[in-house]
């Protein structure tokens, strides 16, 4: 089974798949961290991120750079989100991620274009959205647990700033699948949400055995 979980920053779509991946007993791939991995790698080279060259020539990370946790810092972050726009830095990644999808034993990715460009024929697709100021709020009190130096009006700029990059680009923009399950979860906690999206791909499963019984 292969589940595809795609949507905006903050939205609580990271710790969802996880817990899908857990709950389904799934492998799981983040693929915002191969994004991040050569804003990275770009930094290092000092390379400009707005620049296809550039960012092309930052693919080459190695694979053991994904288990860095400072690849998660929003500086990186905003990198990752420059360098996606760029379609030669997307088609480098895509037989990394189309591997992992369609391995044997199945999977979860999360995204923002796993359910419409990486696996579009992906079993169950979910859509995760929250407000910008519920994900700021998130974002917020994420960096000040960290003890990040914090101001929640940059956050939420940032966010809608990161949104529009990634609504906007050309190349596979951040938009639900036309199949896709939208999970809204503004007003749920990371709990209920959890249990929302299992109940999501449970429906999902059977609907597909009642029309397709073995
Ligand atoms: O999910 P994330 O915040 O780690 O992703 C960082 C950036 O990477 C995001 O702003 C856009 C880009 N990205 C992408 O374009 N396609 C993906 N499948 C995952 C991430």
Redesign the pocket.
Known sequence: MIIAV?GP?ASG??TISKELAKHFSLPFL???????AVGWTLRLQGGNADDPIDALNACTFDGQLLDNPDL?SETI?GL??RV?IHPQV?RALDKR?KDFAYQSAGAVL?????GTV?APDADVKLFVTASSEARAVRRFEEMKRRGEPVNFDDILADILK?DA??QNRSA?P?KPAEDADLLDTTDLTIGDAIQQAIALVNAKINRRRDKDPA
């Open positions: 795609d920053t779509k990271g983040d693929t915002g961290l191969l994004y991040r998660r972050g990752a989100s996606s997307r991620q999360d995204g923002r274009d796993i990486i990161r990059r990634d596979a951040l």
